[in-house]
């Protein structure tokens, strides 16, 4: 039997899937970056709070892009949770505690010789004449809507120019123009912080952005303090996650760094005090599709890169995501599901048994965490749990609380435990007031009056858990264990 792929970049990455059934399409039909690539994978495999019809399906790569003729798209990598796991050697309802893991253990990047960075096998210079980021990179505009083409899953590398410690964060980047891109920043980003303190000397500072990179680095970088503060350079997590450091190498035409095996790499500098309109060019009012399904707001004064050079492989692969899709599930929600494993394990060992960031709240607005009461005193304990989840994490607004037979995977196995474990007027909690995410249309006071700022949310925890006193009443019915391969063999190959 031919063995796996070892998964350490991109292509490796589209090597594994490729080898196994119904994960990963190609399409020689010619596509426009504008608008069609997500309108395909919308119906292919998408998911997530895209609006509906839409589904789970495989990864795809456009080969034959409209006006970029060396040049691929890939979409869907991890817009799947059982591809993440096959990504990642792991299984799916574990991937919280492989991330949870990798964060107690991790290892630090390295930077490797220009020889034996990939990422630098062609070079284009800002000063050339034909240079144009627009023509370079086959961003795909989403919608007809959006402000521009947008880099989707670059992954944004700068240090703090006090500390010198570096982060990697994703962030939302509009192409501009031939050399300038918008970035957008959620308040609190680490790489925003790095720029404040760049901005208040007068100064630039530089950033790279690594495109098309091994899946692990793009789960990592969605961790979030606490779990990870200022200073903690998350590229230590896929390091560990592989268990092997993460390569770098300097940049040509800046003092940072970027990652060796990337499939593009940006080079540029985030200008002080320079700000421009998001939607400058197309003036519709709108970025483009973000994470809980609706098109986000185009922001009227956002800071820019000015890019010094882009540098790629050969016949390079641009990876994007659409915003919506189960791809940001798996990239914000794993690492919130590690964090609040990490967190109340520490509070209350053995009690919470897994949690999972619902597709439904684009994995950032709603957790199911499965909790196990074995003693009188555990009740009330797992809203306990809840709470230190929403005091971590700002950006949930609801949890639901399941027992530990229920599956939390399983939106039906929980709506279940809703309408037989749960009676509204005394299992639900209000926490109203609470700073939550800005991009939820609904916190706002148009929506309510009861909200005082645009971005405050009544959290809400729905506890359908059992009391303990009542455990015995509540009993699932038992079936007989059987092994149904022997019965549907084309419908099991693995024995109970």
């Known amino acids: 039997m031919e063995k796996a792929p070892t998964v350490h970049d991109l292509r490796s990455a589209l090597a594994l899937l490729k080898a196994v059934p119904g994960q990963l399409i190609e399409t020689d039909e010619p596509v426009n970056p504008f608008a069609e690539i997500s309108g395909v994978y919308r119906h292919v495999g998408a998911g997530g ?3 509906r019809p839409t589904r789970k399906g495989p990864a795809m790569i456009f080969n034959k892009v409209k006006g970029h003729e060396n040049a691929r798209v890939a979409i869907g990598l991890l817009a799947s949770r059982e591809r993440v796991a096959l990504l990642l050697n792991s299984a799916p309802e574990c991937l919280g505690f492989l991330l949870k893991a990798a964060v107690l253990q991790p290892i630090a990047p390295v930077t490797v010789s220009p020889a034996r960075a990939v990422c630098q096998e062609v070079v284009h210079y800002a000063g050339d004449p034909d240079f144009d980021i627009r023509a370079l990179l086959p961003a795909p505009t989403n919608t007809v809507e959006d402000a521009g083409p947008y880099i989707t899953l670059g992954m944004c590398y700068a240090s703090d120019p006090e500390t010198g410690e570096s982060d990697v964060t994703i962030h939302r980047l509009c192409l501009q123009s031939k050399d300038e891109i918008s970035m957008y920043f ?18 630039p500072l530089p950033i790279s952005v690594s495109i098309g990179v091994d899946p692990a680095i793009a789960i990592a970088a969605c961790f979030e303090p606490p779990t990870t503060p ?7 997590i896929a390091g560990s996650i592989r268990n092997k450091a993460v390569e770098l190498v300097d940049c040509l035409s800046i003092k940072e760094k970027a990652i060796a095996h990337a499939e593009y790499v940006i080079e540029g500098e985030l200008l002080p005090d320079v700000r421009v309109a998001e939607d400058q060019h197309t003036n519709t009012g709108k970025a483009m599709p973000e994470f809980p399904g609706y098109t986000g707001p185009a922001n009227r004064s956002l800071p820019v890169i000015k890019v010094k050079a882009i540098t790629h492989r050969r016949n390079p692969i641009m990876q994007s995501c659409i915003g919506p899709s189960e791809e940001h599930v798996s990239m914000a929600g794993i690492p919130t599901e590690a964090s609040i494993l990490q967190m109340t394990e520490r509070a209350m060992p053995g009690r919470v048994l897994n949690v999972y960031a619902h597709a439904a709240g684009g994995g950032k607005y709603m957790a199911v965490l499965q909790f196990k009461k074995t003693v009188p005193a555990d009740e009330g304990r797992q809203r306990q749990a809840a709470l230190i989840a929403f005091a971590a994490f700002s950006e949930l607004k609801h949890i639901i609380l399941v027992d530990e037979d229920v599956d939390i995977f399983d939106s039906n196995d929980v709506l279940w435990a809703l309408n037989t474990r749960y009676q509204g007027d005394v299992d639900t909690i209000f926490i109203p007031g609470v700073r939550c995410h800005p991009l939820d249309p609904s916190q706002s006071p148009e929506f309510s009056p009861s909200i005082q700022d645009k971005g405050i949310s009544c959290k809400t925890i729905f506890d359908c858990t059992v009391p303990f006193k009542l455990k015995r009443k509540f009993e699932r019915a038992k079936f007989l264990d059987i092994d149904p391969s022997r019965f549907a063999p084309g419908l099991f190959t693995n024995s109970l």
């Open 230 to 236: 200022l200073g903690f350079n998350e590229l230590s």
């Open 186 to 203: 959620v308040p609190g980003r680490h790489l925003d912080v790095f720029r404040c303190k760049a901005e208040a000397a007068g100064k």
């Open 49 to 51: 709070t895209v609006a």
